[in-house]
């Protein structure tokens, strides 16, 4: 596997790749510590909100699109699928080989994005935002909510391309705009895969309202909900990752490469 990794890695090498996995984060972060560094009296739970809200609604059904369909347009121009299909290694690992690749590059941009923030905060608004391992929680629960997204993208591409993905993947940020961040989706977010980095990522902030000195935890921790909507997601999730990974997998192995009038 590791070597399946690396011949990834290599294929990305001048490639628009690279620069967006890095790129991306950093001037998100800029935009997020420079927009809030012109207000004042910005409380933790809004900054902590509107960093993951952002993130998770506006840069990861974009990001989760273009690096799938990236990812396989590099195989289609490598003489249209032919070399990669051809290999002898087994279908099941170059599929997964792709998968880890997206999911590992997903993970370093969110990860870079989530540094550049805290530094920049840091040097900014010193003090105002202290809650970082609520953060780090909600950026782990991001994560995971993206996993079933890559799987469905990386279908797509394979099947009918860079068009449908992105295409699709625009879609998905206009659902996950109104499913993810707003009321209206409070009933059927646990139906939209769209919106589910954002909406798991934001359940840990009702914790920074809990503060010292408090006689009771915030409505959101003393009713069960936050609990009660992590119980509905993760189920959620992990049946759609099941379901299109594994139907992936399955289609994937016998695929001849796609043809010209596909």
């Known amino acids: 596997m590791i070597s399946i990794l690396s011949s990834e890695w290599i294929k990305t090498k001048r490639t628009a790749i690279r620069w967006l996995i890095v790129l991306v984060p950093v001037l998100f972060s800029l935009a997020g510590v420079g927009y809030i560094s012109l207000r004042k009296s910005v409380e933790e739970i809004y900054i902590f909100q509107g960093f993951f809200n952002a993130w998770g609604t506006l840069v990861v059904p974009i990001i989760s699109s273009l690096l799938s369909a990236f990812l396989v347009q590099e195989e289609e121009l490598a003489g249209n699928f032919t070399g990669y299909l051809s290999t002898s ?13 997206l999911f590992l590059f997903n993970m370093v941009s969110t990860v870079i994005a989530l540094i550049m923030f805290y530094g920049g905060m840091n040097i900014v608004s010193p003090g105002m935002v202290n809650g970082w391992g609520i953060f780090i929680f909600a950026m782990i629960l991001e994560l995971f909510g993206t996993l079933p997204l890559l799987a469905i993208h990386l279908w ?25 961040s707003t009321p209206l989706g409070d009933k059927v977010w646990m139906f939209i895969p769209w919106a589910w980095p954002s909406r798991l990522a934001k359940l840990p902030g009702a914790y920074l309202e809990f503060t010292a000195g408090m006689n009771m935890p915030p409505s959101e921790i003393s009713s069960s909900a936050i609990l009660q909507q992590l119980i509905i997601g993760v189920p959620a999730v992990s049946i759609c990752l099941i379901v299109f990974y594994i139907g992936g997998i399955i289609w994937f192995d016998k695929w001849e490469g796609r043809k010209h009038y596909e």
Not at 89 to 101: A, D, N, Q, S, V
Not at 164 to 177: C, D, E, K, P, R
């Open 89 to 101: 290694i087994p279908r099941k690992f170059l599929y997964f080989g792709k998968f880890l690749t």
């Open 156 to 180: 797509l591409s394979f099947i009918w391309g860079t068009g449908t993905s992105i295409g699709i993947g625009i879609g998905g940020l206009v659902t996950a705009a109104i499913a993810g």
